[in-house]
């Protein structure tokens, strides 16, 4: 897996783990905003 | 329809068929007809795998759903980011490496040939039947409203991508994808602006917001939970989301045919994991979008006369029955409501300073009456309909969008929006058959065959797949038309009873290198004979369990039945990993 990880570099960012850190961490501030969003209109 | 809008939709219909047949040159060989020589670039697999996922259905269900019942769904996918993520480390690389035509392959490489085989199989049966049911499902709702034949229109709705399909494979199905997508993206974003265009003057899109939000249509967040315990009957909360969620698209994306073929099909491990990840930032807020737009129909309606029901062929059914006189009575009740309704609401948003004034209070007591007589007019409609006499369909909630659609945009449109229904369902079905094809020659003609076969006849053979499938799945079409609306239902819960435990015997093969093939085989049969029990349970009342978190039993059955079987009668040798 490691192998594959170094041939295959990512683009823009430097590592993968930081594309998968982006996708969570983009999932979580949509769960935060869609809470708020449910409170502001509720 | 209209003139205009009939030829909005031949045009764009045959546009796409067109297209996807300029498109079909490729290499006479397994490698260019299924997965394109591997040449794809990341954009092309975010839109293939994003139009094999949205079928027709999404595009008439999702508003709909927000509609009755509010944003909620939109948790249903909150687990996709996190199982795009694991399939990136996982999945991707392996499937490049070993370089497989589908998934199922490397299951003999890692276990062996009944593994695969069981798992290929358990494949066919469900995509063959749900891509069927998938033809049904919309085709049943535009004949109901537009009043075809059913029968010409299941054939339309799964006939005429067969030609490109059959003719161009993956990479006619790629391309006509992308273009497919462009027209829905478009032809849903004009509906949007559309619903805000027939708001009241002075109600804008803020106003409508704040209107579905007072009728609790916005509750994109669930917990699930009723006082301090946990409903695990409740289909869409964050828990059921986020953990049910992952399951099943990881099942989905992982280890469904359909979906792998599009990914496996990149030029390299990088275009795959790009496209992969970008769908799972985008996926989330555009089915937030789509809900979104079944919000603001609901706020259009309160401005307008809404049907008492959706579906208008319920209603010829229950007027042609022993109801046909008590109809036309409830229908003047419910008229009246909805009168009173639509001068409340009126009156209420014009004078929003107003509150606790006496007139305030009447219209709030007006709107608060009207409420209870439509909603008493709905139920009676429903109760009717469910008599056996009758033997209707008590489910109106695919029907809200499209019948908004047919009622109020203006030719062209409509023919347009009519076309978006058949190039989503064409996107899904048409990467159907071509996983179908695939898993049929690789998996079971050409692994099982004592003669080896030229490329140039697998290449033939394969076509030949591809049009059978295609006629398989037009023919569970034709059948399965008197199940009605819970086909949609069906579609999910056939994967769910299947997706569990072909997910387990995958993430057993990746993290448990130590259990071997029989312990593997033996607990998925095992286990799938579980899960249809625990179904056929819950059907009958037993137990109340919602299907979503079957996925979640079959694959951790799998797993931790597979290592038990395995512990008992001793691990398989692993070589060590230089």
Same mark, same amino acid.
């Given at each position: 897996?490691?192998?594959?990880?170094?041939?295959?570099?990512?683009?823009?960012?430097?590592?993968?783990?930081?594309?998968?850190?982006?996708?969570?961490?983009?999932?979580?501030?949509?769960?935060?905003?869609?809470?708020?969003?449910?409170?502001?209109?509720? | 329809?209209?003139?205009?809008?009939?030829?909005?939709?031949?045009?764009?219909?045959?546009?796409?068929?067109?297209?996807?047949?300029?498109?079909?040159?490729?290499?006479?060989?397994?490698?260019?007809?299924? $997965?394109?020589?591997?040449?794809?670039?990341?954009?092309?697999?975010?839109?293939?795998?994003?139009?094999?996922?949205?079928?027709?259905?999404?595009?008439?269900?999702?508003?709909?759903?927000?509609?009755?019942?509010?944003?909620?769904?939109?948790?249903?996918?909150?687990?996709?980011?996190?199982?795009?993520?694991?399939?990136?480390?996982?999945?991707?690389?392996?499937?490049?490496?070993?370089?497989?035509?589908?998934?199922?392959?490397?299951?003999?490489?890692?276990?062996?040939?009944?593994?695969?085989?069981?798992?290929?199989?358990?494949?066919?049966?469900?995509?063959?039947?749900?891509?069927?049911?998938?033809?049904?499902?919309?085709?049943?709702?535009?004949?109901?409203?537009?009043?075809?034949?059913?029968?010409?229109?299941?054939?339309?709705?799964?006939?005429? $991508?067969?030609?490109?399909?059959?003719?161009?494979?993956?990479?006619?199905?790629?391309?006509?994808?992308?273009?497919?997508?462009?027209?829905?993206?478009?032809?849903?974003?004009?509906?949007?602006?559309?619903?805000?265009?027939?708001?009241?003057?002075?109600?804008?899109?803020?106003?409508?917001?704040?209107?579905?939000?007072?009728?609790?249509?916005?509750?994109?967040?669930?917990?699930?939970?009723?006082?301090?315990?946990?409903?695990?009957?409740?289909?869409?909360?964050?828990?059921?989301?986020?953990?049910?969620?992952?399951?099943?698209?990881?099942?989905?994306?992982?280890?469904?045919?359909?979906?792998?073929?599009?990914?496996?099909?990149?030029?390299?491990?990088?275009?795959?994991?790009?496209?992969?990840?970008?769908?799972?930032?985008?996926?989330?807020?555009?089915?937030?979008?789509?809900?979104?737009?079944?919000?603001?129909?609901?706020?259009?309606?309160?401005?307008?006369?809404?049907?008492?029901?959706?579906?208008?062929?319920? $209603?010829?059914?229950?007027?042609?029955?022993?109801?046909?006189?008590?109809?036309?009575?409830?229908?003047?009740?419910?008229?009246?409501?909805?009168?009173?309704?639509?001068?409340?609401?009126?009156?209420?948003?014009?004078?929003?300073?107003?509150?606790?004034?006496?007139?305030?209070?009447?219209?709030?007591?007006?709107?608060?009456?009207?409420?209870?007589?439509?909603?008493?007019?709905?139920?009676?409609?429903?109760?009717?309909?469910?008599?056996?006499?009758?033997?209707?369909?008590?489910?109106?909630?695919?029907?809200?969008?499209?019948?908004?659609?047919?009622?109020?945009?203006?030719?062209?449109?409509?023919?347009?929006?009519?076309?978006?229904?058949?190039?989503?369902?064409?996107?899904?079905?048409?990467?159907?058959?071509?996983?179908?094809?695939?898993?049929?020659?690789?998996?079971?003609?050409?692994?099982?065959?004592?003669?080896?076969?030229?490329?140039?006849?697998?290449?033939?053979?394969?076509?030949?797949?591809?049009?059978?499938?295609?006629?398989?799945?037009?023919?569970?079409?034709?059948?399965?038309?008197?199940?009605?609306?819970?086909?949609?239902?069906?579609?999910?819960?056939?994967?769910?009873?299947?997706?569990?435990?072909?997910?387990?015997?995958?993430?057993?093969?990746?993290?448990?290198?130590?259990?071997?093939?029989?312990?593997?085989?033996?607990?998925?049969?095992?286990?799938?004979?579980?899960?249809?029990?625990?179904?056929?349970?819950?059907?009958?009342?037993?137990?109340?369990?919602?299907?979503?978190?079957?996925?979640?039993?079959?694959?951790?059955?799998?797993?931790?039945?597979?290592?038990?079987?395995?512990?008992?009668?001793?691990?398989?040798?692993?070589?060590?990993?230089?």
């Amino acid at each position: 897996m490691d192998n594959d990880q170094q041939e295959d570099k990512p683009p823009i960012l430097k590592r993968w783990s930081y594309w998968y850190a982006l996708v969570i961490g983009f999932l979580l501030l949509l769960i935060g905003f869609f809470y708020l969003f449910t409170k502001h209109f509720s | 329809m209209s003139r205009p809008d009939w030829i909005v939709l031949i045009l764009t219909l045959l546009g796409i068929v067109a297209y996807g047949l300029y498109k079909s040159r490729t290499s006479r060989d397994l490698d260019g007809y299924f $997965l394109c020589n591997r040449s794809v670039p990341w954009y092309m697999v975010l839109l293939s795998i994003m139009g094999t996922q949205a079928s027709a259905v999404t595009f008439l269900s999702a508003p709909g759903q927000a509609y009755t019942d509010g944003m909620r769904f939109v948790q249903y996918y909150f687990g996709l980011p996190l199982a795009m993520v694991v399939l990136c480390i996982t999945f991707v690389p392996v499937f490049h490496r070993l370089k497989v035509y589908t998934a199922y392959e490397f299951l003999e490489q890692r276990f062996d040939l009944r593994t695969r085989t069981l798992t290929s199989f358990l494949f066919l049966l469900q995509r063959g039947l749900s891509t069927g049911i998938s033809i049904a499902a919309p085709s049943i709702i535009l004949s109901s409203i537009l009043g075809w034949d059913l029968f010409w229109t299941n054939l339309i709705m799964g006939g005429l $991508l067969i030609i490109y399909t059959v003719t161009g494979g993956a990479k006619a199905v790629a391309y006509t994808q992308q273009l497919q997508l462009i027209i829905i993206f478009g032809g849903m974003f004009i509906a949007g602006y559309m619903v805000i265009h027939h708001l009241p003057s002075h109600i804008g899109f803020s106003d409508a917001l704040h209107i579905g939000g007072k009728a609790g249509k916005l509750n994109v967040i669930t917990t699930g939970f009723t006082g301090k315990k946990f409903d695990w009957n409740d289909r869409y909360n964050l828990l059921s989301g986020v953990i049910g969620g992952f399951f099943l698209a990881l099942s989905y994306f992982g280890t469904d045919q359909s979906q792998v073929g599009r990914y496996i099909s990149a030029r390299s491990v990088s275009e795959s994991r790009i496209g992969l990840l970008m769908n799972g930032l985008v996926k989330v807020p555009m089915q937030f979008l789509i809900l979104l737009l079944g919000v603001l129909v609901f706020s259009f309606y309160q401005f307008n006369k809404e049907p008492v029901f959706f579906n208008q062929s319920q $209603l010829d059914l229950l007027a042609h029955s022993k109801y046909k006189d008590s109809l036309a009575t409830l229908s003047r009740d419910y008229d009246a409501a909805e009168s009173q309704k639509i001068s409340s609401v009126n009156w209420l948003s014009q004078h929003a300073g107003q509150e606790g004034s006496p007139e305030y209070r009447r219209n709030e007591e007006g709107l608060k009456q009207a409420e209870g007589q439509k909603s008493l007019s709905r139920t009676t409609i429903k109760r009717w309909l469910n008599d056996k006499e009758v033997g209707g369909d008590d489910n109106d909630t695919n029907y809200i969008f499209l019948r908004f659609v047919t009622d109020y945009l203006p030719k062209g449109l409509i023919g347009l929006l009519i076309a978006v229904i058949f190039l989503a369902s064409w996107g899904s079905i048409a990467a159907a058959l071509n996983s179908l094809a695939s898993c049929t020659i690789v998996d079971f003609h050409k692994r099982f065959s004592t003669k080896e076969l030229p490329a140039e006849k697998e290449y033939n053979l394969s076509r030949w797949y591809s049009f059978l499938w295609g006629v398989f799945c037009i023919i569970v079409a034709q059948l399965a038309y008197n199940i009605g609306n819970s086909l949609i239902e069906a579609v999910n819960v056939l994967g769910s009873l299947f997706y569990g435990v072909i997910l387990g015997i995958f993430l057993v093969a990746f993290y448990r290198k130590r259990v071997g093939g029989g312990a593997v085989f033996t607990s998925a049969l095992i286990v799938e004979a579980g899960v249809i029990a625990l179904f056929v349970l819950n059907r009958n009342g037993v137990i109340h369990l919602s299907f979503l978190w079957l996925n979640a039993v079959g694959a951790i059955g799998v797993i931790l039945l597979s290592e038990a079987i395995a512990a008992v009668v001793g691990y398989r040798m692993v070589e060590e990993k230089k």
